[in-house]
Structure formats: structure tokens, C-alpha cells
């Protein structure tokens, strides 16, 4: 993979060249939709109307013909979004709407595929579209997307606006036009952002899509719903603050909280100058029924009508409960500016993505490691990966003071802090306490693993199980008895773990990918010259490329889609099926190639079956993966951690010396290596190991009858020998032998 990329793809484009090529490219499309006009009407409009009256274009996928092979403009479009690596049309075949700004040129491009009326914008996301035409009005409807707009615009609803749900809308634009009152259309789950401040903002909430009510009932039907929710709606300015209208009656809900059994909330209705406030519990029944006693007389209707209302109240609090019961997750996270996104996904779709990954672990002081930084990479990552894969769980087993700290935490320096769970202690049962989403898609992280040896079981059923469920008896406040309370933890959580201990609890061991800390003379020498070099001249000029490196990394993170990853070649691949761990290894082999697809999404197509979105692996992918697991899974395989497997390399050597002593260079001297006995104090000479470090691995070497303890007790000095019939290694992986192509051997499978 190339090291570098041309200084256009790497860096963001400027506003006014964005602008610039979004108002050529919108003119090709709409050029292409009028001269096409027996396309498929959208929404309810025909293709000359969508052309003339919202300005609306084709990607019929011929805009490469009309540019140069190579050149700026090439690359600025790739950089933009709307060509591939390949020079290809990223949408073909979608609509295109442009979304004009103040200066009247087109700010963002809006790409509306008219099978799944699903959209994407290039540009500046803030803006609104059709707002030349609708912003005559001081009363605006926003909806979500272009096609739910078009939908109400067919229904009737003129002076209707679209915005991206998931940007920060640029309300003050609307402020400048005069805009005094704003109606939201919330549809499904969505929820439209609401202005803080300066406008009437009215929420009405549909079932469904507009555009999806549109195309199977009618407009008719579209506007019987839009009726509906003006009559009977819930408006939604929070999770545990909204109001529910039936007919002219509204009731205002505060505080809702929902814990265990209960349903409490406030609730608040005014009517012909007078207010009514009742703080009650909605699941008992004593309280209901003095609120509609209450309420009958406050509203002088019957109590059927009253009892109809609280029914509906606890409908919309059930549907609004989980959410209210807790704060926010704490993973939303910033909103990012459009050109913090931009920068971003410029970052994520280059193509040496990987091979910039690693250089930013360097710039920000991690020397070597080559392995282990993109293994941790990539675990961070494996974290908003969903079901069939688990995400990628790491324990680094070193000596104190190899860098196994540095590589973790440099690692998770790059994952936004609000998917970080960073501990450095826990107790047994504190995961079972937590909240229900507070480990969905987030990394845990430990210091050290002996803050953790009574979490063990948690921690590894977290890993296998993706869920926490652990049943307490408490006692019920209202009634006074004991009652069983159920608690549910979600994952998938991507667990970080380093430690110096060698004896790792098997069970708990085997759920982790384990690695180690290259802890060689040559490695030690690279990173004391990193860290002189970190206390010169550039210190300064270091510490703000880190920072630059650090807030780049968390924001492609977070613009990262948790979309499903599909092997193609899954079944075409070996794995080792001599040894039992094998059972448990090939998933993370598999999840491993994954990540790696799943890191490189931005980069690749985005298929879709039926409403589930998917990235295919590819043999880039494969052979990456492949280059990781011949280390990292041997490793973990291997019952010697890395220490120790380099300590009985070091004694090979010691003992091959001393032979030769002994046998005066006589290859007839009747000798071998198990005649040849050491102390500790030698191997420490030796070696220059520390006593604790030799100790540890010494005894790890013994345990698994790789050295021999010839003699010694309390007050005597402790001899060993050299255990010669142990290979090194005595076992591989048996991955598939990638050097024929991956496509090849499926077309061999599918005709055997």
C-alpha cells in the first residue's frame, strides 16, 4: 500500500470549492433527469415537475465520461463522495436534490434512492432543503428526509422543509426569513432536533415514514394521519417532559421515571385559567382513580372519557420509559462540525488507511509494535460490530515496565471518551449493578488485571454472553414485601486487560486474544531514543500533531456505522482442528477479519437485503487478518507467554555455551544438554534480568516442563537443567495459503 497520499485527498477541501463543484455537478444531473423525462415518478411527482420545481437531478452514473482520466478535479471528487477510488459513481441511480444556502448556490447534494428512499448528503448538512420555495411562509413543517417532504408536499402541505435528523441545523437561517413557528414531523423512532430558542415549535409524531404512508395508502391517507397527530399527538421536547393532546385537552408529563414497577410522573393540565398538578404513580390503581376524579370535575367530562385520556398517558410514558429512566447515554457524544466530519471521512475512506493508522501510533510516541498497535486497533474498533461477531478482547501478558500501559493506553487515547469505560479496580458483582446500556458498544478497560480477579466470571460471561442478567431480593417501598428484581447489562463490550502475571485464570484467558510486549535490547533502544527526542526542541510542535491525531481518530470512530460484515470467502478458509481450543480461536479468527473489513467501511460499498445493511469482506481484508492471527493467535494458543518463551530461548543459548565448555570443542565428548546444570544467579548474570522478572517466568518454565529442577530446598541453592525433547513451538494454525487467488479456490470448491 502506497505510504503517502496526494496532499488534495488528505486534507479536507475548502467551503467555497465544496460549493464550487456540488453547483457543476447538480447542473449535469438535472440536465440528465429533463432530458429523461419517462423516469419514474418520486413521491408523487413526475420527473419533468422534480426537474423544474425543486431543481431536482438523475446519477445515471455517465459523469466520469465528462472528466479526465486523472487530475485534480478526479481527486476532488473522489475526496467529496461522489466518485469511488475506481472513478466510479459512488449513487448511480439515485435522485438528486440540491439544498441551496443564502448566497442561493447549492451548499449540499442530496442523493435520494428511489427504491428505499433512503438518503445521503454530501456538503454542509446544516442547510434545508426546498426553503426557496417553502420559506414564503412564516410557518414551516420540517420533516427528516427529502422523500418524507415530498410526500406531505403531495399531500398538501406546501410549505414543507427537510433536514438531515441526525446534523445541527443552521436554525438561524431560518430566523433571517422571518420563520416564527415551526412544526416538527417526527416519524417512527426518529426525533427531528429542536431549536433551543427564537421560534413556536408544535411536534407531531406518525407511525410511519410519510413517503412510506404515501406510497401504500395514498395522499388521502397521508393526510388523515397528518390530522390525527394535530388532534391526538404527543408532543416530545424530552424523554421525561412531554405532553399528550386528546381533542382540546392537554396533559403535560414531568419527571417521568420508570423503575422496577412503577411509573411516576407529574402530571399538569391547564384549562380556562386554572391548573391542575398531581404527582402520581400511573401502575396504582388508588392514584388513578383520584386523578380522574379529580380530572372529571376539573374538565367536567365523564369518567369514561377521563379514564381514556390516563390510558393514553400510560401508552405514550411506556413507549418513552427506558429511555427516561436514566440519563442520556453518555455515547451520543459531541456533535461534530461538517468540517470535523469531512476530515474524518476523508481520513477513513484512503486507501493506506491501515498504513496510516500505524503512523499515527508513532507520531503520537509508540515506537515498534507494529502487531500489537493494529491488533488493539482494531479491538477498539471491533466494538460497534454486530451480531454474528463479537467484538475483539486483548490481554497483553508482559514484564513491569515493558510498555504493556503504553500500548493500552495510547491505543484507547484514540476511542472517544463517552464509548470508554476506564477502570483500574472493580468488585464482583459491580457489572451486574450497572445500568442497562452503559456497556452497549463501549470498551472496557482495565490497568491491571489483578483490579479485576474478582470480576472474572462477569467479565468473561459479559464476553461470551453479550448480556448480564442477575436477580436480587429487595424490599418493594409501596407494599413492604420482598420482592425478586431482575437487572440486565447489554453488551457486546470489548474488553482490555494487561497484567504480569503468567497464571491467568484459564477460563477467563481463553476468552482473550493474548498478546505480548516485544521486550528485546533492540526494542528497549528504540523507545529510550523516542523518549529523548520527546524532550527536545519539538516537544511543543509533538504535542499539538498528538492532539490534531487523537481528535481526528475519535471523530472517525465515532462516524463509524455499526453495519453487519459478510465473508464471502468464509467458507472457503482452514483452521487447525487438532487441538479443542481450536473451538473457540476460529471465531476470533473470523471476528478478527471482520474488524478489519469493518475499520475499512468507509472505503467500500454498502450493500443492502431487505432493511439490513452490509460490507463484504475482501482478500485485502483476508490476507491482513491472516498476517495477524499467524501471530497473535499462536500465541494465544501457546501456554508460554512471550517472557518466558524468550527466557528459554536466552537459557537454549546459555546451555549450547556452557556445552561447548564442558566438551572442550569435542564433538565425541560424551555430553549433552540435560548434564549441563545453572543456577538463577547465573541465568540473572547472564541474562541481566531482574530476580522478580526471572523469577515469575522461571517458574512458569518449570510448571510446564520445559526446565528440569535437578536439586535443592529451604537453605539450599536451586539447580535446573535443560528439558531438550521440547520444541519451541509444535503447533500452527493451518491457515489457508493465500498466494492462490481467494476467487480461484471458490470457483475450484463450486465445481468439486
Same mark, same amino acid.
Given at each position: 500500500?502506497?505510504?503517502?497520499?496526494?496532499?488534495?485527498?488528505?486534507?479536507?477541501?475548502?467551503?467555497?470549492?465544496?460549493?464550487?463543484?456540488?453547483?457543476?455537478?447538480?447542473?449535469?444531473?438535472?440536465?440528465?433527469?429533463?432530458?429523461?423525462?419517462?423516469?419514474?415518478?418520486?413521491?408523487?411527482?413526475?420527473?419533468?415537475?422534480?426537474?423544474?420545481?425543486?431543481?431536482?437531478?438523475?446519477?445515471?452514473?455517465?459523469?466520469?465520461?465528462?472528466?479526465?482520466?486523472?487530475?485534480?478535479?478526479?481527486?476532488?471528487?473522489?475526496?467529496?463522495?461522489?466518485?469511488?477510488?475506481?472513478?466510479?459513481?459512488?449513487?448511480?441511480?439515485?435522485?438528486?436534490?440540491?439544498?441551496?444556502?443564502?448566497?442561493?448556490?447549492?451548499?449540499?447534494?442530496?442523493?435520494?434512492?428511489?427504491?428505499?428512499?433512503?438518503?445521503?448528503?454530501?456538503?454542509?448538512?446544516?442547510?434545508?432543503?426546498?426553503?426557496?420555495?417553502?420559506?414564503?411562509?412564516?410557518?414551516?413543517?420540517?420533516?427528516?428526509?427529502?422523500?418524507?417532504?415530498?410526500?406531505?408536499?403531495?399531500?398538501?402541505?406546501?410549505?414543507?422543509?427537510?433536514?438531515?435528523?441526525?446534523?445541527?441545523?443552521?436554525?438561524?437561517?431560518?430566523?433571517?426569513? %422571518?420563520?416564527?413557528?415551526?412544526?416538527?414531523?417526527?416519524?417512527?423512532?426518529?426525533?427531528?432536533?429542536?431549536?433551543?430558542?427564537?421560534?413556536?415549535?408544535?411536534?407531531?409524531?406518525?407511525?410511519?415514514?410519510?413517503?412510506?404512508?404515501?406510497?401504500?395508502?395514498?395522499?388521502?391517507?397521508?393526510?388523515?394521519?397528518?390530522?390525527?397527530?394535530?388532534?391526538?399527538?404527543?408532543?416530545?421536547?424530552?424523554?421525561?417532559?412531554?405532553?399528550?393532546?386528546?381533542?382540546?385537552?392537554?396533559?403535560?408529563?414531568?419527571?417521568?421515571?420508570?423503575?422496577?414497577?412503577?411509573?411516576?410522573?407529574?402530571?399538569?393540565?391547564?384549562?380556562?385559567?386554572?391548573?391542575?398538578?398531581?404527582?402520581?404513580?400511573?401502575?396504582?390503581?388508588?392514584?388513578?382513580?383520584?386523578?380522574?376524579?379529580?380530572?372529571?370535575?376539573?374538565?367536567?367530562?365523564?369518567?369514561?372519557?377521563?379514564?381514556?385520556?390516563?390510558?393514553?398517558?400510560?401508552?405514550?410514558?411506556?413507549?418513552?420509559?427506558?429511555?427516561?429512566?436514566?440519563?442520556?447515554?453518555?455515547?451520543?457524544?459531541?456533535?461534530?462540525?461538517?468540517?470535523?466530519?469531512?476530515e474524518a471521512a476523508v481520513f477513513g475512506r484512503s486507501p493506506d488507511l491501515v498504513a496510516q493508522v500505524l503512523?499515527?501510533?508513532?507520531?503520537? %510516541?509508540?515506537?515498534?509494535?507494529?502487531?500489537?498497535?493494529?491488533?488493539?486497533?482494531?479491538?477498539?474498533?471491533?466494538?460497534?460490530?454486530?451480531?454474528?461477531?463479537?467484538?475483539?478482547?486483548?490481554?497483553?501478558?508482559?514484564?513491569?515496565?515493558?510498555?504493556?500501559?503504553?500500548?493500552?493506553?495510547?491505543?484507547?487515547?484514540?476511542?472517544?471518551?463517552?464509548?470508554?469505560?476506564?477502570?483500574?479496580?472493580?468488585?464482583?458483582?459491580?457489572?451486574?449493578?450497572?445500568?442497562?446500556?452503559?456497556?452497549?458498544?463501549?470498551?472496557?478497560?482495565?490497568?491491571?488485571?489483578?483490579?479485576?480477579?474478582?470480576?472474572?466470571?462477569?467479565?468473561?460471561?459479559?464476553?461470551?454472553?453479550?448480556?448480564?442478567?442477575?436477580?436480587?431480593?429487595?424490599?418493594?417501598?409501596?407494599?413492604?414485601?420482598?420482592?425478586?428484581?431482575?437487572?440486565?447489562?447489554?453488551?457486546?463490550?470489548?474488553?482490555?486487560?494487561?497484567?504480569?502475571?503468567?497464571?491467568?485464570?484459564?477460563?477467563?484467558?481463553?476468552?482473550?486474544?493474548?498478546?505480548?510486549?516485544?521486550?528485546?535490547?533492540?526494542?528497549?533502544?528504540?523507545?529510550?531514543?523516542?523518549?529523548?527526542?520527546?524532550?527536545?526542541?519539538?516537544?511543543?510542535?509533538?504535542?499539538?500533531?498528538?492532539?490534531?491525531?487523537?481528535?481526528?481518530?475519535?471523530?472517525?470512530?465515532?462516524?463509524?456505522?455499526?453495519?453487519?460484515?459478510?465473508?464471502?470467502?468464509?467458507?472457503?478458509?482452514?483452521?487447525?482442528?487438532?487441538?479443542?481450543?481450536?473451538?473457540?480461536?476460529?471465531?476470533?479468527?473470523?471476528?478478527?477479519?471482520?474488524?478489519?473489513?469493518?475499520?475499512?467501511?468507509?472505503?467500500?460499498?454498502?450493500?443492502?437485503?431487505?432493511?439490513?445493511?452490509?460490507?463484504?469482506?475482501?482478500?485485502?481484508?483476508?490476507?491482513?487478518?491472516?498476517?495477524?492471527?499467524?501471530?497473535?493467535?499462536?500465541?494465544?494458543?501457546?501456554?508460554?507467554?512471550?517472557?518466558?518463551?524468550?527466557?528459554?530461548?536466552?537459557?537454549?543459548?546459555?546451555?549450547?555455551?556452557?556445552?561447548?565448555?564442558?566438551?572442550?570443542?569435542?564433538?565425541?565428548?560424551?555430553?549433552?544438554?540435560?548434564?549441563?546444570?545453572?543456577?538463577?544467579?547465573?541465568?540473572?548474570?547472564?541474562?541481566?534480568?531482574?530476580?522478580?522478572?526471572?523469577?515469575?517466568?522461571?517458574?512458569?518454565?518449570?510448571?510446564?516442563?520445559?526446565?528440569?529442577?535437578?536439586?535443592?530446598?529451604?537453605?539450599?541453592?536451586?539447580?535446573?537443567?535443560?528439558?531438550?525433547?521440547?520444541?519451541?513451538?509444535?503447533?500452527?494454525?493451518?491457515?489457508?495459503?493465500?498466494?492462490?487467488?481467494?476467487?480461484?479456490?471458490?470457483?475450484?470448491?463450486?465445481?468439486?
Open positions: 500500500m502506497p505510504s503517502n497520499l496526494s496532499s488534495s485527498l488528505r486534507g479536507s477541501l475548502a467551503p467555497a470549492r465544496v460549493i464550487d463543484l456540488l453547483e457543476r455537478v447538480s447542473a449535469i444531473y438535472i440536465r440528465n433527469l429533463e432530458s429523461s423525462p419517462e423516469h419514474a415518478p418520486l413521491c408523487g411527482f413526475g420527473a419533468s415537475e422534480l426537474a423544474g420545481r425543486f431543481m431536482a437531478g438523475i446519477c445515471t452514473g455517465n459523469l466520469p465520461e465528462s472528466l479526465p482520466k486523472t487530475g485534480k478535479v478526479v481527486n476532488e471528487l473522489i475526496t467529496l463522495g461522489v466518485l469511488d477510488s475506481n472513478r466510479k459513481e459512488r449513487h448511480a441511480g439515485t435522485f438528486t436534490f440540491p439544498v441551496y444556502g443564502p448566497d442561493n448556490r447549492p451548499s449540499a447534494l442530496l442523493f435520494v434512492d428511489p427504491s428505499t428512499l433512503k438518503q445521503i448528503c454530501l456538503g454542509n448538512a446544516r442547510g434545508f432543503w426546498n426553503l426557496k420555495t417553502a420559506g414564503e411562509s412564516v410557518e414551516l413543517l420540517v420533516a427528516g428526509s427529502v422523500a418524507d417532504a415530498l410526500a406531505l408536499i403531495t399531500a398538501g402541505y406546501a410549505n414543507t422543509v427537510s433536514i438531515q435528523p441526525e446534523s445541527s441545523p443552521d436554525w438561524d437561517q431560518l430566523k433571517s426569513l %422571518g420563520i416564527k413557528r415551526l412544526r416538527l414531523v417526527h416519524a417512527g423512532s426518529t426525533r427531528l432536533p429542536r431549536p433551543q430558542s427564537g421560534f413556536i415549535v408544535d411536534d407531531l409524531h406518525l407511525l410511519s415514514r410519510s413517503s412510506s404512508v404515501l406510497v401504500k395508502s395514498g395522499a388521502e391517507a397521508l393526510t388523515d394521519m397528518m390530522s390525527r397527530a394535530e388532534e391526538h399527538g404527543a408532543e416530545l421536547s424530552d424523554p421525561g417532559h412531554f405532553s399528550v393532546c386528546v381533542g382540546r385537552r392537554r396533559y403535560e408529563v414531568i419527571g417521568l421515571q420508570k423503575h422496577d414497577r412503577r411509573l411516576k410522573c407529574t402530571i399538569r393540565v391547564s384549562h380556562a385559567g386554572r391548573i391542575h398538578a398531581d404527582t402520581l404513580d400511573l401502575y396504582q390503581a388508588r392514584g388513578r382513580r383520584n386523578l380522574v376524579r379529580d380530572l372529571c370535575n376539573f374538565f367536567s367530562e365523564g369518567a369514561n372519557v377521563i379514564e381514556a385520556d390516563i390510558g393514553r398517558i400510560i401508552t405514550a410514558c411506556e413507549g418513552m420509559a427506558d429511555s427516561a429512566a436514566s440519563p442520556p447515554p453518555e455515547s451520543d457524544g459531541p456533535v461534530l462540525t461538517p468540517e470535523e466530519k469531512d503512523s499515527d501510533f508513532d507520531s503520537c %510516541g509508540l515506537v515498534g509494535e507494529g502487531t500489537n498497535k493494529l491488533l488493539s486497533y482494531l479491538a477498539m474498533t471491533s466494538r460497534k460490530m454486530v451480531s454474528p461477531h463479537k467484538p475483539l478482547c486483548v490481554l497483553t501478558i508482559s514484564s513491569s515496565g515493558a510498555g504493556k500501559s503504553a500500548l493500552q493506553d495510547a491505543t484507547l487515547d484514540f476511542c472517544p471518551p463517552e464509548d470508554l469505560v476506564r477502570l483500574t479496580t472493580l468488585t464482583g458483582k459491580a457489572l451486574f449493578y450497572k445500568d442497562r446500556g452503559s456497556l452497549k458498544h463501549r470498551v472496557l478497560a482495565f490497568e491491571e488485571g489483578d483490579g479485576a480477579k474478582e470480576a472474572a466470571y462477569g467479565i468473561r460471561t459479559l464476553i461470551s454472553s453479550g448480556v448480564l442478567s442477575m436477580e436480587a431480593v429487595m424490599r418493594d417501598s409501596v407494599t413492604g414485601k420482598m420482592v425478586s428484581v431482575r437487572n440486565e447489562v447489554e453488551g457486546p463490550t470489548s474488553v482490555f486487560c494487561t497484567t504480569t502475571q503468567p497464571d491467568v485464570d484459564a477460563e477467563t484467558r481463553s476468552r482473550f486474544l493474548v498478546t505480548g510486549i516485544d521486550e528485546s535490547a533492540e526494542q528497549t533502544r528504540r523507545i529510550l531514543k523516542a523518549q529523548r527526542e520527546r524532550h527536545g526542541e519539538g516537544m511543543l510542535e509533538s504535542n499539538e500533531d498528538r492532539d490534531d491525531i487523537v481528535r481526528r481518530h475519535r471523530n472517525f470512530q465515532r462516524l463509524l456505522k455499526s453495519v453487519k460484515v459478510v465473508n464471502p470467502y468464509a467458507e472457503t478458509l482452514n483452521f487447525d482442528h487438532g487441538r479443542l481450543q481450536s473451538r473457540r480461536l476460529q471465531p476470533q479468527y473470523l471476528a478478527l477479519i471482520a474488524a478489519i473489513a469493518f475499520l475499512r467501511q468507509m472505503g467500500k460499498e454498502i450493500h443492502e437485503n431487505d432493511t439490513t445493511e452490509f460490507i463484504t469482506v475482501d482478500e485485502a481484508d483476508l490476507e491482513l487478518g491472516n498476517r495477524i492471527a499467524a501471530e497473535v493467535l499462536v500465541q494465544t494458543m501457546d501456554d508460554l507467554t512471550i517472557p518466558a518463551r524468550d527466557l528459554l530461548g536466552l537459557i537454549r543459548t546459555f546451555v549450547s555455551q556452557r556445552l561447548e565448555e564442558m566438551s572442550g570443542g569435542d564433538p565425541d565428548a560424551p555430553y549433552t544438554e540435560t548434564d549441563v546444570l545453572f543456577t538463577r544467579r547465573e541465568l540473572r548474570e547472564y541474562t541481566g534480568w531482574t530476580q522478580t522478572r526471572l523469577g515469575t517466568h522461571m517458574r512458569e518454565l518449570v510448571d510446564l516442563e520445559y526446565v528440569f529442577m535437578k536439586s535443592g530446598r529451604i537453605g539450599k541453592r536451586h539447580q535446573y537443567s535443560l528439558v531438550t525433547d521440547c520444541p519451541m513451538r509444535s503447533f500452527s494454525l493451518n491457515l489457508s495459503d493465500l498466494s492462490q487467488p481467494v476467487n480461484e479456490k471458490m470457483t475450484g470448491c463450486d465445481k468439486g
